[in-house]
């Protein structure tokens, strides 16, 4: 998802103060003095007061919260699908975002932020074979963004998701005949286009769309 990040920055750099990157494994190689990172291991039960110490500090309203963390896609027939892969999908997917929000509660209700997650098509259609562990992560990050969507709604914060199909840039991993497939599937018989997933999180985070929420 970095490349996602990278042309998403390009189109609101000049829109914020600030941008606070909370990365799992490798830490984004861009720098600006509007950037501030923290590292979390998402596959695990995570001390977040440095974070939440930050946004105190400097006295932070949060604008928007957009989640695109996701596990390296591991290709695998059903019964070599292991435990541990299934549980990192998850947490790197859905309990990761979870913690991260519930632990600036207070700061979250009060800004009111317009919050968008990464989901997948496979949420919508006869899902790929080989994807076990992916598919279940995504499945949870899509209960979770129709529980969070709903109880956030009375306090006037907006949560909506992107599914995409394969993206065309991101599309490496993916076997020719699962990428052929899908445009053939396609009703505009192509793939998504980074830039295409980009130019919707920043119309959902704007206010073109106030009101719109609860959408995938």
């Known amino acids: ?33 509007k950037f501030k990172f923290f590292k979390f291991n998402f596959t695990k039960t995570n ?12 006295n932070c309203k949060i604008d928007a919260i957009v989640a695109t963390a ?6 695998k ?12 999908n998850i ?30 098509e496979v949420l919508s259609s006869k899902p790929p074979k080989k994807m076990l562990s992916y598919i279940i992560g995504k499945f949870s990050l899509l209960g979770f963004f129709k529980v969070l969507s709903e109880e956030l709604g009375s306090e006037g914060i907006r949560v909506n998701m992107i599914s995409p199909g394969i993206v065309d840039e991101l ?6 005949i699962s990428k052929e497939m ?23 985070i704007s206010k073109k769309s106030r009101n719109i929420t609860g959408q995938n």
């Open 1 to 33: 998802s970095s490349k996602i990040i990278d042309e998403l920055l390009k189109k609101t750099l000049n829109k914020y103060e600030k941008f606070i990157f909370i990365y799992h494994k490798n830490k984004p190689k861009i720098k600006n003095k």
């Open 47 to 58: 001390n977040v007061t440095s974070l939440k110490k930050f946004l105190e500090k400097n």
């Open 70 to 75: 996701s596990e390296k896609l591991i290709f």
């Open 77 to 88: 027939n059903f019964f070599d699908v292991k435990r541990e892969e299934i549980i990192n």
């Open 91 to 120: 947490n790197i997917q859905t309990i990761g975002v979870y913690e991260i929000l519930k632990s600036i509660k207070d700061l979250i209700i009060e800004s009111k932020p317009t919050i968008v997650l990464l989901g997948s």
């Open 171 to 176: 599309s490496n991993s993916f076997p020719e």
């Open 182 to 204: 899908f445009k053939v599937n396609s009703s505009l018989g192509k793939l998504v286009k980074v830039n295409d997933i980009v130019n919707i999180i920043n119309f959902l």
